[in-house]
């Protein structure tokens, strides 16, 4: 293959040392030290500071990704946010059509100029699967080309959604002609050169394209070693699906080899780097992913790895990410979720089924009725929920003739956008997510919720809590569910997991 204008030759291979017999290993997925190859190429860490400055709409960014790599791309989100929070470029994401207008929604809540696009590659049905990687990978794994259709743009910046963004990564847009990429290592601390692209293996993770690659030669060309990939082309290439492809394209093309800051194997930094993430830019999780450690196989679950860093890092961003978007709905909409005013009457009828509520006499009561949970709403998709068997009808006989609240977690207002709220229902959000909780009680302003309220072992105990914490100053008759403990004794807090069904309507950065 012929290089593209402008004409740059091959990248010096200087650092790669051919003082052994010439022998190349048949796999690079080891996780044990092997003896130093005949060829390899040890990688190069900046030691400096970097200052994150918004690279503005002349750069774009691409990752893809389907509904089970949705955790790591709202990670990826985040945290590229939080490094750039006056962020305006656009974020491609290119899927097979798992993300659902729900996943869409969340996304786009966090950021305006996130954009979606399911390919249809003519190339599809030449995917080779003669190794459980290509297997594994599928087509997903080969979406990422589709940065080259991008246009109008200086850099197209190509991320894999398993990336944690932990600094500035502005040499990838800096000034120059090059392709920019980190070479792959981490099983090892160095990479490997292959002996049919003479250069050493680059991460696909992790890719700058510059301005003038873009366009339909190089998908073209890329399209047509995809088709051939099932071809052999060296040992070290065979074994992998995407790398190989992106390796051959990129063999004869100017190519600038950045520090191994800008993509850090996680095994890299757990052997090598003793779990020190100071001065990286990015993070890495090739391998076990760490919202899918409970489903990893045995043999891949003792692969070498951090799941907890990604873990802390994403309920980091995601908790500041709730407490922006509850705070930014309370301005947009002062009147839900703020201090109840004064009650027709002292006693207020808490329940979590309508059908409980039917039974209060009293014209003047003043009922509160829970929905506390996602699991309650009758729903194929999030997108299309539909309302408890019978709790529709109830609601509006209530409605019709008493003082009828509806409280809801903060996490589930976009299903009842979907819905609506019923006329003459009064709705109120509280802001109750796992794992976040309020330390030492709820934060309040008054009877006015400010911050995550206590979980207390289920959804529907800590909504009775919170909502009977709210109601201070009324007499509360709990009519159903399970019984809360009252204001002054909330409780212990439960931390459980990780929630990955956020909300959905909210104030939009971007």
């Known amino acids: 293959m012929r290089p593209l204008e402008p004409p740059y030759g091959r990248l010096d291979l200087a650092c790669w040392h051919s003082d052994a017999p010439e022998h190349e290993p048949h796999s690079l997925g080891g996780d044990d030290l092997s003896p130093i190859e005949p060829r390899h190429w040890f990688p190069e860490r900046h030691l400096g500071q970097l200052e994150a400055k918004n690279p503005g709409t002349a750069v774009a960014f691409v990752t893809v990704a389907n509904a089970r790599f949705y955790p790591g791309l709202e990670a990826l989100l985040l945290s590229l946010l939080a490094i750039y929070p006056d962020l305006s470029s656009p974020f491609v994401v290119f899927h097979d059509g798992s993300l659902t207008p729900f996943h869409q929604q969340q996304l786009a809540t966090i950021y305006a100029r996130v954009r979606f696009d399911v390919p249809n590659p003519d190339w599809a049905s030449d995917l080779p699967t003669d190794s459980p ?244 709403f009758v729903e194929e998709r999030p997108e299309t929920p539909h309302w408890p068997t019978g709790w529709l009808e109830a609601i509006r006989r209530l409605a019709q003739s008493h003082s009828l609240h509806l409280w809801i977690p903060f996490g589930l207002r976009h299903r009842l956008a979907v819905l609506g709220c019923p006329e003459g229902v009064i709705c109120h959000h509280v802001l109750l997510e796992l794992p976040f909780s309020a330390e030492g009680g709820v934060a309040c302003d008054g009877a006015h919720q400010l911050g995550f309220v206590p979980w207390l072992g289920s959804a529907e105990a800590s909504m009775l809590a919170a909502v009977r914490h709210r109601l201070a100053g009324r007499t509360v008759r709990i009519v159903d569910g399970v019984p809360a403990p009252s204001p002054g004794s909330m409780g212990d807090h439960v931390s459980v997991g990780c929630s990955v069904d956020g909300s959905g309507d909210g104030s939009t950065r971007g």
Do not use: M
């Open 133 to 376: 990687n290509r297997e594994r990978i599928g087509l997903l794994g080969y979406l990422n080309i589709f940065a080259f259709s991008l246009q109008n743009f200086e850099r197209v910046i190509v991320l894999d959604s398993d990336v944690l963004i932990v600094g500035p990564l502005d040499p990838l847009w800096a000034p120059g002609e090059p392709f920019r990429a980190v070479v792959d290592c981490g099983a090892r601390p160095y990479a490997l050169v292959s002996s049919h692209t003479r250069r050493p293996i680059i991460n696909s993770g992790v890719l700058s394209l510059p301005g003038w690659a873009l366009g339909a030669t190089f998908l073209d060309r890329i399209a047509a070693l995809i088709r051939r990939a099932g071809q052999p082309a060296c040992p070290l290439l065979d074994g992998f699906a995407d790398q190989k492809i992106w390796n051959q394209l990129l063999a004869d093309q100017p190519l600038e080899l950045l520090p191994i800051n800008f993509n850090c194997n996680i095994k890299y930094l757990v052997q090598y780097l003793e779990g020190c993430v100071e001065g990286l830019s990015l993070i890495h999780f090739a391998g076990p992913k760490p919202w899918l450690r409970h489903e990893q196989p045995r043999a891949r679950s003792r692969s070498i790895t951090d799941h907890w860093l990604w873990l802390r890092h994403y309920r980091q961003l995601l908790f500041a990410e709730r407490l922006r978007q509850y705070r930014a709905h309370e301005l947009a909409s002062p009147d839900v979720g703020s201090p109840l005013g004064a009650a027709a009457c002292d006693q207020a009828w808490l329940a979590v089924h309508p059908a409980s509520l039917l039974e209060i006499d009293g014209d003047h009561a003043e009922l509160h009725l829970i929905l506390h949970s996602a699991e309650q």
